[in-house]
């Protein structure tokens, strides 16, 4: 594109922006590069010369002007998308429910797509105020919906923000998000929109009342929590929309209020204590554990920003990966379930444990695809889905009554997770406990993972087809034993960029690389698992070295 295209599509764009604020930013920026300004082309060329992509994940990226960014504008033109899409699969006047969590613009892109779908034809009723993604996913399956919308960037740094679509209906996927090959079909149906300011706006819209909240927290408190309730803990929302509602959830089920982190505690767009608000991230979770080693608790307990995330740490042993978090509500779930119809499900990039968990009960397991836009949908018809995680902090718990949400829940999964807590507790355990007696039962899993962040994606591509053509012969002191590509789909798994090295050697292990689908970031995740002859202790510390070894190699072989 010559700078003379990129400077008449620029202005062909703020003819048509609904948004003074960023109709200011960019006249501003055109003004600078119609003056010769290069900084001011380069940055009008990052806005222009590409769109945001709808895809699975929905849309996700830094707030500001232009097609490539969130606006106003690509919010409204998105809506009329899926209103459209809609309208030519269903029918006209479907119902539409719509949540926002707390970042900058959320609340403004709610009303923007209320208003664009009520103009439509389209019922729409948005939720009371900001509130945590998993409400959206059960308001949707709760109400019969149609679709629902969740205006979010989940863990994203604060300049960012991000939609999510659901589906609806009655059936087992309601409340579930989208997949293919219906992202491509909304996507389409984006493309045909036209000018934003000829879009038709509704205003009579429904705004929901408490109850939406009441009946999230009557279906989460009846899941099997057992009757254990001698648990303190400390808590901190990241800055996110989960406080009130964990609160409420953790005292209408019984247990103490937790000590929270009061600096972290309201909703702040800008996320002023951390510097990403990933209770992954490093420094992420130090003032929840300074927080409980003041209140002398005995769980640590976090949300990520929109609180479909839960982050476990035990005083004096540090944060629970979501690999172990995972294994340890397996079994707490299928010890509080029954039936030979039950079905638990990970993903490729998540543990092994899982399936061993699985043989041993007698019941159905699936490994699938990253997301839970694929982890709410495993299990052949007839099957119950009962609980499914992904290392990365996600969990979806369920009873024999079903699952209160077909997505990740970290609301839901602090009640379980506080209820095996204190179960142990009675028992003069802890969660630590727990794990080292899954070990000796299961082998010693340990898990990590690394992220390759870079300013141009073409080399992740580009990682992906060296890895490809010449794999490593093998990562530290392990070979490879056989690749499994997933470019050409596995099994019954649809393709997907992702590889997976199997090791052996001294123990078993296995690398597995893929694209992050929401950051530009190269993952990789490493596994390897030991059998614990003995000391459970010593078992850990010769596994942590072995995969601090396999980090170097993967790290090397990733950036070569």
Request: aromatic share 6%.
């Amino acid at each position: 594109m010559t700078d003379a295209e990129l400077l008449t599509r620029a202005r062909d764009w703020l003819d048509q922006d609904p948004d003074p604020d960023t109709r200011a930013e960019l006249a501003g920026l055109l003004a600078l590069a119609e003056d010769g300004g290069q900084a001011a082309l380069a940055d009008l060329s990052d806005r222009f010369a590409a769109s945001l992509e709808f895809g699975t994940a929905g849309l996700r990226g830094a707030l500001g002007a232009g097609p490539n960014r969130m606006n106003r504008a690509v919010v409204m033109r998105a809506a009329a998308g899926i209103g459209a899409w809609l309208g030519g699969r269903l029918g006209g006047g479907r119902h539409v429910v719509v949540g926002y969590d707390a970042r900058h613009r959320s609340a403004d892109f709610a009303a923007d797509s209320a208003a664009v779908l009520t103009g439509a034809g389209h019922r729409v009723s948005v939720l009371p105020g900001p509130l945590p993604t998993p409400v959206l996913a059960f308001a949707v399956r709760d109400l019969g919906a149609d679709a629902g919308i969740m205006v979010t960037a989940s863990h994203n740094p604060p300049q960012d923000n991000g939609y999510k679509v659901y589906v609806g209906g009655t059936g087992p996927d309601a409340g579930a998000q989208i997949v293919s090959p219906v992202d491509t079909e909304i996507a389409a149906a984006i493309d045909a929109v036209g000018p934003v300011g000829s879009l038709p706006l509704g205003e009579d819209w429904t705004v929901l009342g408490e109850e939406a909240v009441e009946r999230y927290l009557d279906a989460v408190t009846a899941l099997p929590l057992c009757t254990d309730r001698d648990l303190s803990t400390a808590y901190t929302a990241m800055h996110g929309v989960g406080g009130r509602v964990l609160l409420r959830a953790m005292e209408r089920a019984g247990f103490a209020r937790p000590a929270v982190v009061a600096a972290q505690f309201d909703p702040d767009p800008d996320f002023p204590t951390v510097e990403f608000p990933n209770p992954e991230e490093p420094g992420a979770m130090d003032m929840a554990a300074a927080e409980g080693e003041a209140a002398g608790a005995d769980l640590v307990i976090a949300n990520d920003p929109d609180a479909d995330r839960l982050a476990v740490a035990v005083p004096g042993h540090g944060l629970l990966t979501g690999n172990e978090v995972g294994g340890l509500l397996a079994e707490y779930v299928l010890d509080h379930t029954s039936g030979p119809d039950r079905v638990v499900a990970t993903s490729i990039v998540s543990s092994s444990l899982l399936g061993k968990i699985a043989a041993d009960r007698g019941v159905h397991y699936e490994e699938t695809l990253t997301g839970f836009k694929w982890l709410a949908r495993a299990g052949a018809p007839g099957l119950r889905r009962v609980f499914c995680f992904e290392e990365a902090l996600g969990y979806c718990v369920g009873g024999d009554g079903g699952r209160p949400v077909s997505d990740k829940d970290g609301i839901s999964a602090a009640l379980v997770v506080a209820a095996l807590a204190a179960g142990a507790k009675r028992e003069g355990l802890t969660l630590v406990d727990l794990l080292d007696a899954q070990a000796r039962r299961y082998g010693l899993h340990l898990s990590d993972q690394l992220s390759v962040r870079v300013d141009d994606l073409s080399v992740i591509a580009a990682a992906m087809r060296r890895l490809r053509a010449e794999p490593p012969a093998a990562f530290g002191p392990l070979k490879v034993a056989g690749v499994d590509d997933f470019a050409g789909g596995r099994g019954d798994l649809p393709p997907t960029d992702a590889l997976r090295f199997r090791l052996e050697g001294s123990v078993w292990g296995r690398v597995t690389l893929r694209p992050s689908g929401t950051e530009p970031k190269l993952k990789a995740y490493v596994e390897v698992v030991l059998d614990v002859d003995g000391d459970v202790a010593a078992t850990r510390a010769r596994g942590s070295e072995l995969l601090s070894e396999l980090m170097a190699s993967v790290a090397g072989a990733v950036s070569a």
